[in-house]
T-cell receptor
Framework: DTAVSQTPKYLVTQMGNDKSIKCEQN?????MYWYKQDSKKFLKIMFSYNNKELIINETVPNRFSPKSPDKAHLNLHINSLELGDSAVYFC??????????FGQGTRLTVV | QKEVEQDPGPLSVPEGAIVSLNCTYSNSAFQYFMWYRQYSRKGPELLMY????GNKEDGRFTAQVDKSSKYISLFIRDSQPSDSATYLC??????????FGDGTTLTVKP
């Protein structure tokens, strides 16, 4: 049974479009995250939610809007996609001081 | 200067070798030290977690933290081809906010 699952795995879209990525965790963790990993493998936190409440919001363009309908779900909506948004987006969840489980990633390509 | 610097690699070793992966950091407030392994086209998976200084061993893996030198290491003994992956160090001082190194790609040749 997958602990942290993201959909879709791959997303190819044109510049200017709006897209969403969904994440669900079945571990009962209180905290969920979105990370962006660029082509050089650098992993950077974007957002963190604890029990549906936003607790970390790094310097991310406001075209990116996270939403947590409940503590098991964290979605990421991206408006007006740009070429530079192409990356792998990872969702993660934890119950403690460190990230424990990552999803398999969503590979976003903006053309 | 980055908060966390990781030896860039790539690293290529023969099967059975001892591997040493290293990170240095500048912020003495870091209290939590993690190592993740990431296979190609997969998400990172937590390998080792250490709080404060000291050593921690788990099978063939040993994590070492030297807070006085601001230096952390991951040692892999008897390396196997299945250990071929990118290894990421991650450090945290606040709940849930980790800063990651850039990763070191390791190839273990049979």
């Amino acid at each position: 049974d997958t602990a942290v699952s993201q959909t879709p795995k791959y997303l190819v879209t044109q510049m200017g479009n709006d897209k969403s990525i969904k994440c669900e965790q079945n571990l009962g963790h209180d905290t969920m995250y979105w990370y962006k990993q660029d082509s050089k493998k650098f992993l950077k936190i974007m957002f963190s939610y604890n029990n549906k409440e936003l607790i970390i919001n790094e310097t991310v363009p406001n075209r990116f809007s996270p939403k947590s309908p409940d503590k098991a779900h964290l979605n990421l909506h991206i408006n007006s996609l740009e070429l530079g948004d192409s990356a792998v987006y990872f969702c993660a969840s934890s119950q403690g001081q460190y990230e424990a489980f990552f999803g398999q990633g969503t590979r976003l390509t903006v053309v | 200067q980055k908060e966390v610097e990781q030896d860039p690699g790539p690293l290529s070793v023969p099967e059975g070798a001892i591997v040493s992966l290293n990170c240095t950091y500048s912020n003495s407030a870091f209290q939590y030290f993690m190592w993740y392994r990431q296979y190609s086209r997969k998400g990172p998976e937590l390998l080792m977690y250490t709080y404060s200084s000291g050593n921690k061993e788990d099978g063939r893996f040993t994590a070492q933290v030297d807070k006085s030198s601001k230096y952390i290491s991951l040692f892999i003994r008897d390396s196997q081809p299945s250990d071929s992956a990118t290894y990421l160090c991650a450090l945290a001082y606040n709940a849930g906010k980790s800063t990651f190194g850039d990763g070191t790609t390791l190839t273990v040749k049979p």
